[in-house]
């Protein structure tokens, strides 16, 4: 009788649980590889059987019984225009892309997604509920504002590897001597001057976003937000509690990228989760291709939002040149038909990455350094030559390099030269397929899938209400508390009475010492 009770709370507690939840997924990055980051997100939800409502600017997708699109595709003119040009970044003549200008810029597009008349009909239907809020981080903290509306548990999706910029939201910013920002274009271990340069860049940012960014941060939340919760009759919570009440942060990293560094329990990695595990099979010919590449095969992808048909007319010919050179077989994501292609160049419009990767013959991959390539490169265990173009592509590059499985190219006019040698060298010494390999191992060879973690967090966030279990202590104390400012106080006060006191003592026992001998000094000319 007991047993069959017990047998029955527990079912009930596991019918609970696993009911569908009510998600609303906040991805309006206007480029690509975030409308893929989303999309994963998407995909896993959905099979764990959620109904998620998606705010993005990818539009395409019908909508379904449990998926809902809000379309926020007018992000896509908040870009400025060239800014992602390779000839325009070559020529140093497209917006150098510094932390403050990417703080600005995002603001700008937070802003502007909340404003969307899309997302406002949402968020002013009073009847509208969610059981969780996923927001993309991407240098602003806007989109936590989405939770409070619904008083519901809010998780960070990070894009990057884990930065100091994100995980202050979780507990206290990582140690710069080891930690980089994610604009950074080093790699620990690094030299002296790089650890006093990166402290001083991380410190420069904080310093801007007290004295300056946050407010107008702050200034944004209360107008766009304050008449959101009027319509519910609530008053809005200030915006530090809000940015600070994250229940979770879904990292899109994992150890073979951003390394062993203590990371807060309320942060999950769940790098990989955008690649499906069944990939999609190669085209019939192009599957030909690859398998009959004795020499093997160098894939060459800048990536979806670089394009490589922006790249300066001269070094197209040099590298279609150099490529034609090669014994191996070269397949180009390439945008436009090129004319008077070499034998063994292959140009695809598209290219199906994953499957490329995946074969077997595929001896290299050059790539710009985007978290999402170098992923798959790892997942698919295979080596790269990164040229890095901005944003976190350098650090990227950098890393990879660190671990072994890469070599870099500098993006310039004169590249193919370098580019040749590279190939060359990675395909013929056999450690960096090797490292590849080893990394792929490591990969895969985790507890569960990143896509069942990812379910498995957002429901236990949904089921134990926002796992405050998770939450750092950290985060209750004020800043002078956590680094000991009161104590050191209270030091500098003890110091400064002691001296005070011992200086006013020997000035005491000065002037009694003085007299006294000023009295015998006196007393002596007397009796003289
Ligand atoms: C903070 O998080 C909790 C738990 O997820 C949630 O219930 C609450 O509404 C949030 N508060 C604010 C001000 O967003």
Excluded at 27 to 42: A, E, M, Q, R, T
Excluded at 137 to 150: I, Q
Excluded at 404 to 409: Q, R, S
């Amino acid at each position: 009788m007991e047993n069959m009770m017990t047998l029955l709370v527990l079912l009930s507690a596991i019918l609970a649980c696993s009911e569908s939840a009510k998600i609303l997924l906040v991805f309006p990055g206007p480029s690509k590889s975030h409308g893929i980051l989303g999309d994963g997100y998407v995909r896993h939800l959905l099979n764990a059987g959620h109904e998620v409502t998606y705010i993005t600017p990818f539009t395409q997708r019908p909508p379904t019984a449990k998926l809902r699109t809000v379309d926020v595709s007018s992000n896509f003119d908040l870009l400025p225009p060239n800014i992602i040009n390779l000839k325009g970044i070559m020529d140093k003549s497209s917006e150098d892309m510094t932390a403050i200008f990417m703080i600005l810029m995002m603001l700008d597009i937070a802003e502007k997604t909340i404003a969307n008349a899309n997302v406002q009909k949402l968020l002013n239907d009073p009847t509208e509920q969610f059981d969780a809020v996923i927001v993309e981080w991407f240098f602003s903290e806007l989109g936590a504002g989405f939770a409070t509306v619904y008083e519901c548990p809010l998780i960070w999706s990070s894009s990057v590897d884990p930065h100091w910029q994100v995980l202050q939201l979780l507990d206290e910013p990582t140690n710069p001597a080891y930690t980089v920002d994610v604009m950074s274009t080093y790699s620990p271990p690094l030299s002296f001057l790089q650890r006093v340069n990166e402290l001083w860049n991380q410190l420069m940012v904080q310093f801007l976003k007290y004295v300056w960014l946050d407010g107008v941060e702050e200034k944004i939340y209360t107008s766009l937000f304050t008449p959101i919760l009027e319509k519910r009759v609530r008053k809005l919570p200030s915006f530090y509690e809000v940015r600070y009440n994250a229940s979770l942060l879904l990292s899109n990293s994992y150890v073979t990228t951003s390394g062993g560094a203590s990371l807060p329990q309320s942060h999950k990695f769940i790098g990989g989760y955008h690649i499906d595990d069944d990939v999609t099979p190669l085209s019939e010919d192009l599957k030909k291709l690859m398998d009959s590449a004795k020499d093997g095969v160098v894939y060459f992808s800048m990536g979806s939002n670089l394009r490589s048909k922006d790249l300066p007319d001269e070094v197209k010919i040099n590298l279609l040149k150099m490529f034609g050179s090669l014994k191996q077989t070269v397949i180009w994501k390439f945008e436009e038909v090129l004319p008077n292609l070499p034998k063994n160049v292959h140009i695809l419009q598209w290219a199906p990455q994953q499957a490329i990767l995946a074969h077997p013959n595929l001896a290299v991959f050059i790539t710009h350094g985007g978290l999402l390539s170098t992923t798959e490169s790892i997942y698919f265990g295979v080596p790269i030559i990164g040229i890095p173009v901005y944003g976190d592509q350098f650090m990227n590059v950098e890393k990879s390099m660190n671990k072994g499985y890469a070599l870099k190219v500098d993006l310039s006019y004169t590249m193919s030269e370098e580019l040749k040698k590279t190939i060359e060298e990675v395909i013929s010494n056999k450690r960096y397929a090797e490292k590849a390999k080893e990394l792929s191992f490591i990969h895969h060879d985790r507890p569960v899938k990143p896509g069942q973690e990812l379910a498995h967090w957002v429901n236990h966030v949904i089921n134990t209400r926002g796992a405050p279990h998770l939450r750092s202590p950290a985060l209750d104390l004020p800043l002078y508390k956590r680094k000991f400012l009161d104590l050191a106080a209270l030091v500098a006060v003890l110091v400064l009475a002691v001296y005070i006191l011992l200086k006013r003592a020997l000035a005491y026992i000065c002037s009694q010492v003085c007299s006294n001998k000023g009295k015998t000094a006196s007393k002596k000319k007397k009796n003289n």
